[in-house]
């Protein structure tokens, strides 16, 4: 069976803190690249991240941190990627040191912008990562829940079956159920576009429209969903599974969803840059809908909730117009 080797993460936000309980929990050694010195000081001083899922604590003595994204990747043989998507490239680019031969895992929920790629494309055609050591985490899985050990389900996707399984027995526990899949771009994109559709969920809910109609929403979404991977990526798959529903729902759904609460902000009146100031935090459905709408531009797939977020976010159309324009549409 494949050997996963040396695991190390790359980010430092609240699913790369929830990723690392988990895998740490299992191999007691992990590397972790932190772009910021001054956060690994504190959590070494800590023993917790400074900044993110602050009540989990870390037996320091585990964990080699790192600033130098070169020195943890030569020192590392299986690579989770757990960074915001718009700046994936940013810490790419510092790379001196080959990762082609490197097993990478993507546990980013999100579309690299400008590229209109999804992680593991962008690894596969800018870093000739082959296929086979390309791996990526799904499911409905918030960071906060996993942090409380409440039961939660991932599935790791790679086209090597093989080492996907391997991986899932660094993250299987307790409080962790996984299984796999050999669907890499149906779990990616459906990752994107379950944060667009959070987005209007919570539109829908700033604007008061209430849990009757966020269920016609999210029927309609998983069929507008399904209609695009259908299209994008042709291949056997119940898009009912968890990794594919499921996640749609809880991110839908969900008060920890930093889409729908983002989504939430722009139905009551706020305008995307005084929503995305106060939040903090990357809503990574922002840059995932106008990316989704580019691809769609060229393939045509009838998408009229992903049309809706982007007119409102990036047209500038009224959220109670353009909603009560989706909802007409709606059966």
Excluded at 27 to 49: A, E
Excluded at 91 to 108: Q, S, W
Excluded at 273 to 282: G, L, W
Aim: overall charge neutral.
């Amino acid at each position: 069976m494949f050997d996963c080797g040396r695991i190390a993460i790359i980010g430092g936000g609240s699913w790369a803190t929830a990723i690392a309980k988990i895998v740490v929990g299992h191999t007691h050694h992990i590397g972790w690249y932190m772009r910021r010195d001054d956060r690994i000081d504190d959590f070494r001083r800590l023993s917790h991240n400074p900044a993110y899922l602050t009540s989990v604590h870390f037996n320091i003595n585990e964990i080699y941190f790192s600033s130098d994204i070169n020195k943890i990747i030569q020192a590392y043989d299986t690579l989770v990627f757990v960074t915001p998507s718009p700046y994936l490239k940013n810490h790419l680019r510092k790379l001196k040191t080959r990762i082609k031969d490197k097993f990478i895992v993507t546990a980013i929920k999100g579309i690299v912008p400008d590229e209109n790629l999804v992680c593991s494309e962008y690894f596969h055609q800018v870093y000739d990562v082959p296929y086979e050591n390309l791996a990526c985490i799904g499911g409905p899985s918030h960071a906060e829940e996993v942090a409380l050990e409440r039961l939660s389900y991932l599935t790791v996707g790679c086209v090597d079956e093989d080492k996907a399984r391997a991986f899932t027995q660094v993250l299987t526990s307790d409080f962790i159920k996984t299984k796999t899949s050999n669907d890499v771009l149906g779990i990616e994109y459906s990752s994107v576009l379950k944060n667009v559709y959070a987005i209007a969920a919570g539109i829908c809910s700033g604007l008061k429209y209430g849990d009757n109609f966020l269920a016609v929403l999210m029927a309609n979404a998983v069929q507008e969903m399904q209609r695009f991977l259908n299209t994008i990526h042709p291949a056997p798959r119940n898009v009912y599974d968890s990794v594919y529903l499921g996640d749609l729902l809880v991110t839908g759904y969900s008060n920890f969803s930093r889409n729908r609460v983002f989504g939430t902000m722009i139905g009551k009146g706020y305008s995307v840059k005084s929503a995305q100031i106060e939040m903090e935090m990357i809503a990574e459905g922002f840059f995932g809908t106008k990316c989704m709408k580019e691809i769609n531009r060229h393939l045509h797939v009838n998408m009229p909730i992903l049309d809706a977020v982007y007119n409102i976010l990036y047209e500038r159309i009224s959220p109670q117009i353009e909603i009560k324009l989706l909802t007409d549409s709606f059966r």
